[in-house]
């Protein structure tokens, strides 16, 4: 599966298409915003993912408009897709092998993270990755992933919007590693949930990185277990990991 379409371009189904490359200049720079604004519903409400009748979830935390967001942050950190990645890693029973653990991972992120003059993260940092392009070692199990648990084509897009910082009390020096915590909207499935990451990241000059994890459980998110063919039983908790590679724009 082909993971490196543009994310300045805007799909047949509407969607935003995510990209490996990192944005340079103003024209690519607006493309990027508007293709983050779409994944995670701030533009026209048909591009949102709405969550499904009867689904259960939480209330959003904060409603942010991105374009807005970015625009008034005073320092803004672009994901780089291509040196970033999404995974999750979920624990399964096959028929006559046992335990195994399965891990599907995607390039297909992108996100601004927003400070403030103290070096603080800003709400309505966020990220989006698109589920269409996740892959494990087994494209059986991806195929059916896609087209039952996920439901992909319908709701392409996992999305984080932040909503406060536990952890840090002062702003992110220079060169400094500090671990924090991450509170905020997970969009997943159609169904959005308060979710806390457990996160460390480092900001050094024009450069960012750093890891997040959280756990949730598929049922949480309307999703049903892919229990199919040799699979026995799937753990209740999945874990996802986001490694992120982000830089100022030049």
């Known amino acids: 599966m082909d993971e ?3 994310a300045g371009r805007v799909n047949a189904m509407g969607h935003p298409d995510l990209t490996r490359t990192r944005g340079v200049g103003a024209g690519f720079f607006a493309t ?3 293709a983050v604004a779409l994944a995670i519903g701030a533009f026209p409400p048909v591009m949102a993912q709405e969550a499904s009748p009867g689904a259960a979830a939480t209330p959003p935390a904060v409603t ?3 374009e ?8 803004v950190y672009t ?3 291509e040196e970033s990645t999404a995974s999750y890693v979920a624990q399964e029973e096959l028929a006559s092998v046992g335990a195994n653990e399965v891990v599907g991972t995607t390039n297909a992120i992108i996100g601004s993270i927003l400070f403030d003059d103290a070096g603080l993260p800003l709400e309505c940092s966020n ?3 698109d589920m269409r392009t996740l892959v494990t070692d087994e494209s059986r199990r991806d195929n059916y992933l896609r087209s039952n648990t996920l439901e992909s084509d319908t709701f392409p897009f996992a999305t984080f919007v932040l909503g406060s910082v536990d952890g840090l009390d002062e702003g992110l020096a220079e060169g400094e590693t500090a671990a924090a915590q991450l509170i905020g909207d997970l969009t997943l499935h159609g169904v ?14 024009e450069a960012l990185t750093g ?4 756990t949730f459980v598929l049922e949480d998110y309307d999703m049903e277990k892919p229990i199919v063919g040799p699979v026995v039983s799937i753990g209740d908790e999945i874990l996802l990991n986001v490694e992120i590679v982000a830089a100022t724009e030049s």
């Open 192 to 205: 959005t949930r308060s979710v806390i990451w457990e996160a460390e990241f480092t900001r050094d000059g």
């Open 68 to 75: 807005e967001a970015v625009a008034a942050a005073p320092l």
């Open 211 to 214: 890891t997040a994890t959280t």
């Open 32 to 34: 990027w915003l508007a």
């Open 79 to 81: 994901v780089a897709s």
């Open 127 to 129: 990220f989006a990755v």
């Open 4 to 6: 490196t379409a543009s």
């Open 64 to 66: 942010c408009n991105v």
